[in-house]
């Protein structure tokens, strides 16, 4: 099967060696998530929800590159600094993931590498032969 990368320009993809996605087939990986722009800055800082909509945002481009959608998504991981913010978070999920329905796991974790960061999201899906 071929392998495809996505990659998003972030500099730590050739330090560390990373993609935001990896396509093999008809599979699509795509990692940890957080809520940066363009230039790495945190979005939404100190709001749950509003970092979960970038990192919605940068898995959907993420998929929409490795030739699928919201449609393909199988699983969904979501990470929380504080479970109290689960709801808010799983609002913004609906607005993506409302009509594939993937399943879902959401877990507090105590950080991540940046501590304006309060969610990361990663997602799976699989391109179905309709």
């Given at each position: 099967?071929?392998?495809?990368?996505?990659?998003?320009?972030?500099?730590?993809?050739?330090?560390?060696?990373?993609?935001?996605?990896?396509?093999?087939?008809?599979?699509?990986?795509?990692?940890?998530?957080?809520p940066?722009?363009?230039?790495?800055?945190?979005?939404?800082?100190?709001?749950?929800?509003?970092?979960?909509?970038?990192?919605?945002?940068?898995?959907?481009?993420?998929?929409?590159?490795?030739?699928s959608?919201?449609?393909?998504?199988?699983r969904?991981?979501?990470?929380?600094?504080?479970?109290?913010?689960?709801?808010?978070?799983?609002?913004?999920?609906?607005?993506?993931?409302?009509?594939?329905?993937?399943?879902?796991?959401?877990?507090?974790?105590?950080?991540?590498?940046?501590?304006?960061?309060?969610?990361?999201?990663?997602?799976?899906?699989?391109?179905?032969?309709?």
């Amino acid at each position: 099967m071929k392998r495809k990368l996505v990659l998003n320009g972030n500099p730590m993809e050739d330090i560390v060696g990373f993609a935001r996605a990896v396509r093999v087939g008809p599979y699509i990986s795509i990692g940890g998530t957080a809520p940066v722009d363009g230039e790495g800055n945190t979005v939404g800082v100190g709001d749950a929800g509003q970092q979960a909509e970038r990192c919605f945002e940068i898995i959907g481009d993420a998929l929409e590159r490795a030739g699928s959608g919201w449609r393909d998504v199988v699983r969904t991981r979501i990470l929380l600094t504080n479970i109290d913010d689960w709801k808010s978070v799983i609002e913004v999920r609906a607005k993506f993931c409302r009509d594939a329905k993937p399943v879902d796991t959401i877990m507090e974790i105590n950080r991540f590498v940046n501590p304006e960061w309060l969610v990361e999201i990663e997602a799976d899906a699989v391109i179905a032969d309709d």
